[in-house]
């Protein structure tokens, strides 16, 4: 019997198909690579694990859905994720599907298995959930109140991560500072992690400002904790701040950012910013603009505002025209990318350590892209290549730029 899993939006939903994968797997399985793509081979199965953050979300969601519908011979369809929770009647009414799967259904088909990730990282999932319920977001509702896996239940998961060859770990939630058991908190999950023994390093996928405190800061001072963190900020503009239902100002988030660079100074800080808020207007977004240009993030996620259903923002409209939100997003796309471009160059001549990818190229710890040179000066082919299968092997890299190309030489 043979599967596909096609898997839309974030890295928790990543992590739940890996640990979806890891069942198949047990159970003799066979599963086909590939994540977001219809397959070209015949399959009995198609899991399709479904986003709904945003409509473009939901549109690459369904399409995924129609097309392996059509699919001849048609394998069995099983659509699930955030999406099937939301519009689960809706989904269920297209020809062709034949199980929808609500989030409590999926948690419940994946407790207690291991990831089997197809990537040279491992993600790891820790926590699910949240109750900030901001203004926009609907994948709350989706997902509901926080849980979190019990320290003891990370840690097996990670050691048999780490037995399986995998040297970077990325701890991954939908509101991963409000990782809790009991009493103890994210900052004891990763000081019981960094306990455990081989090499390996740790990366944190994105976490929310306001979950970040001083004890936290201390511990990601560990040289085996990524230096690579994003914070998602949303605006610039305390008013929308505010009205997004945000939990910190523009002055704590200046404040984080300063601390966790003194922490870790080679820091790759990024965050993600939404244009076209309702209220935004041209001097709110110059307020965000402004606020961007003083601070030192090195790059920026920029999406355009989507209304979500039975989201409280979602009663105001969507006031921004659609070209000045195209406008507005451009010019932060600019930004970011002169701003990526002016972090890159500050390696430029320096070591660091990276995790190796396919297709001879590599991630380091603080998240720049590398082009692995062999010693010829040309990247490796594919029978040469470093890469054994999907599994990453850290490595020492001297980093040049050729181009406006990083490249790196295995040292």
Same mark, same amino acid.
């Given at each position: 019997?043979?599967?596909?899993?096609?898997?839309?939006?974030?890295?928790?939903?990543? !992590?739940?198909?890996?640990?979806?994968?890891?069942?198949?797997?047990?159970?003799?399985?066979?599963?086909?690579?590939?994540?977001?793509?219809?397959?070209?081979?015949?399959?009995?199965? /198609?899991?399709?694990?479904?986003?709904?953050?945003?409509?473009?979300?939901?549109?690459?969601?369904?399409?995924?859905?129609?097309? !392996?519908?059509?699919?001849?011979?048609?394998?069995?369809?099983?659509?699930?994720?955030?999406? !099937?929770?939301?519009?689960?009647?809706?989904?269920?009414?297209?020809?062709?599907?034949? #199980?929808?799967?609500?989030?409590?259904?999926?948690?419940?088909?994946?407790?207690?298995?291991?990831?089997?990730?197809?990537?040279?990282? !491992?993600?790891?999932?820790?926590?699910?959930?949240?109750?900030?319920?901001?203004?926009?977001?609907?994948?709350?509702?989706?997902?509901?109140?926080?849980?979190?896996?019990? /320290?003891? #239940?990370?840690?097996?998961?990670?050691?048999?991560?780490?037995?399986?060859? =995998?040297?970077?770990?990325?701890?991954?939630?939908?509101?991963?500072?409000?990782?809790?058991?009991? +009493? +103890?908190?994210?900052?004891?999950?990763?000081?019981?992690?960094?306990?455990?023994?081989?090499?390996?390093?740790?990366?944190?996928?994105?976490?929310?400002?306001?979950?970040?405190?001083?004890?936290? /800061?201390?511990?990601?001072?560990?040289?085996?904790?990524?230096?690579? =963190?994003?914070?998602?900020?949303?605006?610039?503009?305390?008013?929308?701040?505010?009205?997004?239902?945000?939990?910190?100002?523009?002055?704590?988030?200046?404040?984080?950012?300063?601390?966790?660079?003194?922490?870790?100074?080679?820091?790759?800080?990024?965050?993600?910013?939404? &244009?076209?808020?309702?209220? #935004?207007?041209?001097?709110?977004?110059?307020?965000?603009?402004? =606020?961007?240009?003083?601070?030192?993030?090195?790059?920026?996620?920029?999406?355009?505002?989507?209304?979500?259903?039975?989201?409280?923002?979602?009663?105001?409209?969507?006031?921004?025209?659609?070209?000045?939100?195209?406008?507005?997003?451009?010019?932060?796309?600019?930004?970011?990318?002169?701003?990526?471009?002016?972090?890159?160059?500050?390696?430029?001549?320096? &070591?660091? #350590?990276?995790?190796?990818?396919?297709?001879?190229?590599?991630?380091?710890?603080?998240?720049?892209?590398?082009? &692995?040179?062999?010693?010829?000066? +040309?990247?490796?082919?594919?029978?040469?290549?470093?890469?054994?299968?999907?599994?990453?092997?850290? &490595?020492?890299?001297?980093?040049?730029?050729?181009?406006?190309?990083?490249?790196?030489?295995? /040292?």
């Amino acid at each position: 019997m043979t599967a596909a899993i096609l898997t839309v939006g974030c890295r928790l939903n990543q !992590a739940e198909s890996d640990c979806l994968r890891g069942g198949l797997i047990a159970q003799g399985i066979k599963v086909l690579s590939g994540e977001c793509r219809i397959p070209i081979e015949v399959v009995d199965v /198609i899991y399709i694990n479904t986003c709904t953050v945003t409509s473009n979300a939901d549109r690459t969601s369904l399409m995924l859905v129609r097309e !392996a519908s059509r699919l001849s011979p048609k394998p069995y369809l099983v659509v699930m994720g955030c999406l !099937a929770e939301r519009a689960g009647t809706q989904i269920a009414a297209i020809p062709g599907v034949d #199980e929808v799967w609500c989030n409590q259904r999926k948690q419940k088909e994946i407790a207690g298995i291991c990831p089997v990730p197809e990537r040279s990282r !491992a993600l790891l999932k820790v926590q699910d959930g949240c109750d900030q319920h901001c203004s926009y977001c609907v994948v709350s509702f989706c997902r509901g109140r926080p849980v979190s896996l019990p /320290i003891a #239940e990370v840690a097996l998961q990670f050691d048999q991560l780490i037995a399986q060859g =995998f040297q970077e770990v990325v701890l991954t939630g939908l509101n991963l500072g409000k990782y809790q058991e009991g +009493k +103890k908190r994210l900052v004891d999950l990763l000081d019981t992690l960094l306990k455990r023994p081989g090499r390996f390093r740790i990366r944190l996928a994105s976490i929310e400002p306001d979950e970040i405190d001083d004890e936290l /800061i201390a511990i990601i001072a560990d040289p085996r904790i990524c230096a690579h =963190f994003h914070i998602p900020l949303q605006s610039g503009d305390d008013r929308l701040l505010q009205a997004m239902g945000r939990n910190y100002t523009t002055g704590q988030y200046r404040k984080l950012i300063e601390k966790l660079l003194k922490e870790k100074p080679d820091a790759n800080i990024g965050a993600d910013i939404i &244009v076209g808020f309702p209220g #935004e207007d041209d001097n709110s977004f110059q307020v965000t603009r402004r =606020f961007l240009e003083d601070l030192p993030l090195s790059y920026l996620h920029v999406f355009p505002y989507s209304p979500r259903p039975n989201t409280l923002a979602a009663r105001w409209g969507d006031p921004v025209p659609r070209a000045v939100k195209k406008a507005r997003v451009s010019q932060l796309r600019l930004f970011s990318q002169e701003r990526r471009r002016a972090y890159q160059r500050r390696f430029v001549g320096t &070591v660091r #350590e990276a995790i190796l990818e396919p297709k001879d190229r590599a991630l380091t710890d603080n998240y720049l892209r590398i082009s &692995v040179m062999n010693g010829i000066g +040309k990247t490796t082919d594919s029978r040469q290549s470093p890469v054994l299968g999907p599994k990453g092997e850290l &490595v020492k890299l001297r980093i040049e730029l050729r181009d406006e190309e990083l490249i790196g030489w295995k /040292i």
